[in-house]
């Protein structure tokens, strides 16, 4: 079984984060139950793959540290490079706004730290790419002028060279954020909560920036803002990391032999020689 994330964390920070006492009580109990969910396939299945060594924490609770590999999250190197485009006071977030952790994070954003930042740098604009924006999303950009909202787009890579900083406000999630991966590959100075970056094999200070508290957050982001050098060098290092250990080709080469590993031996070699015979055509 491949496990993009531990479902049941997402619902359990949703129920600690919220305010309102029904949804509390919701988030609660569809916690309870993805929990009972996760544990009865991990039962089933005799190896389990996830994308970060904190949801294999998390599963070796339950079972076998042995029966679980981390494959760590991978970006197309090719594709995401650095481009131009930049603009002063950018700042920008890509996702599937469909995604309640993605729309939390972006309403917290704008409700807690952009007013902080707006204060230093007044005309600091917001851009939210990402498909399926809801009613609370779409909302911002019709009150605030420097708030815009995509929705889906056929290329991300454009809005993503935009930015002066690309933000990952997460409050909520499991698993790893491959949005990151992406901003990185194309040498982009990233800001993020420590949630947003979890499980990522990142530094912060040196490939990335970590700050949770809404204040930290806006200084951080305004440092960069008024930093063109210091988003250079952050974002060179960032760029540095993903080619050299994250790209596709890399972490390929692990998921191959993870699967192998698990196979009979017959099997394995069965598929030795399908491989063979495919590289000869």
């Known amino acids: 079984m491949f496990t993009h994330n531990v479902e049941a964390t997402i619902w359990q920070r949703q129920w600690q984060v919220a305010t309102n006492p029904a949804w509390k009580f919701v988030f609660k109990r569809e916690y309870e139950k993805m929990r009972a969910a996760e544990l009865d396939y991990l039962g089933r299945c005799r190896h389990v793959l996830t994308v970060s060594d904190t949801d294999t924490a998390v599963f070796a609770i339950d079972i076998d540290p042995a029966r679980i590999t981390t494959i760590p999250t991978g970006v197309d190197v090719d594709y995401f490079q650095p481009m131009g485009g930049e603009e002063a006071d950018s700042l920008v977030f890509t996702g599937s706004m469909d995604w309640m952790p993605n729309e939390d994070g972006i309403l917290y954003f704008v409700e807690e730290v952009l007013p902080l930042i707006r204060a230093r740098r007044p005309n600091t ?14 909302a911002l950009a019709e009150s605030d002028p420097g708030i815009h909202v995509t929705g889906r787009v056929e290329d991300i890579r454009p809005y993503i060279a935009r930015g002066s900083v690309y933000v990952v406000p997460l409050r909520v999630g499991s698993g790893t954020r491959l949005k990151i991966f992406e901003a990185m590959a194309m040498g982009k100075a990233v800001v993020s909560t420590t949630i947003g970056a979890e499980g990522l094999p990142v530094t912060s200070g040196s490939d990335i920036v970590l700050a949770d508290e809404p204040r930290r957050f806006a200084n951080e982001v305004c440092r960069l803002l008024d930093s063109p050098e210091e988003r250079k060098r952050i974002g060179n290092a960032a760029r540095r990391l993903v080619e050299e250990k994250y790209s596709w080709a890399v972490v390929a080469k692990h998921v191959e032999s993870v699967l192998r590993s698990q196979l ?4 394995s070699n069965q598929l030795l020689i399908q491989d063979k015979a495919y590289v000869r055509r």
């Open 264 to 267: 009979p031996i017959q099997t």
């Open 125 to 138: 604009a917001l851009w939210v790419v990402g498909r399926k924006a809801g009613r609370k999303i779409r």
